[in-house]
């Protein structure tokens, strides 16, 4: 298994409280192609120079989706998802893999906040695998969507582990 750059590091629930469905949903109506930018240009806080035409490809295919009529369903989609990660945090979930998992992705993803917070979350994940089937592997330099950034840096390791052989047990 490859768990990249993901979600659910850290139990929210801890620090801000739960946002009522209404205003997520009120909130992402609002979505312009501005925002869409200035949210996707978080995956690069590390060095906005990385921002790349790949990017702007990716804004532009995301803020083409709040020019669709079926939108308002969407942004509903999006909202609820929200919930459902904040509701349901995968943090406590890792201990039950069974199987070899590689925890991967840019070593300066500042999702967390610092990269510091997400290098420690991530380390944390490799080591909760049980049967030291956890391992991490953080590339230097990159940010959250590494492939974007630098896929030449991201394929390599990521193929060499998946050709892997797995033991059966």
Do not use: C
């Not at 909130?27 to 806080?45: I, N």
């Not at 893999?97 to 999702?111: C, H, Q, R, S, Y």
């Not at 089937?133 to 990521?158: C, M, S, Y």
């Amino acid at each position: 298994m490859v768990i990249y750059n993901p979600i659910g590091l850290t139990d929210g629930r801890f620090d801000r409280p739960m946002t009522p469905i209404s205003d997520g949903y009120a909130s992402t109506l609002k979505t312009d192609y501005q925002s869409t930018r200035s949210g996707l240009s978080r995956y690069v806080a590390h060095d906005p120079k990385a921002w790349n035409q790949e990017f702007e490809t990716y804004t532009r295919i995301r803020y083409s989706w709040t020019l669709s009529s079926d939108w308002p369903r969407l942004a509903m989609v999006q909202a609820l998802i929200g919930q459902m990660l904040y509701a349901d945090p995968v943090v406590y979930d890792w201990a039950h893999i069974k199987v070899p998992t590689l925890a991967f992705g840019g070593a300066e993803d500042m999702l967390l906040g610092p990269a510091k917070n997400f290098q420690d979350r991530m380390a944390f994940l490799a080591k909760e695998v049980p049967n030291g089937n956890g391992r991490l592997l953080l590339i230097p330099g990159l940010g959250h969507v590494p492939h974007l950034e630098a896929p030449e840096k991201v394929l390599p390791p990521l193929v060499a582990f998946l050709k892997e052989p797995v033991a059966a047990k």
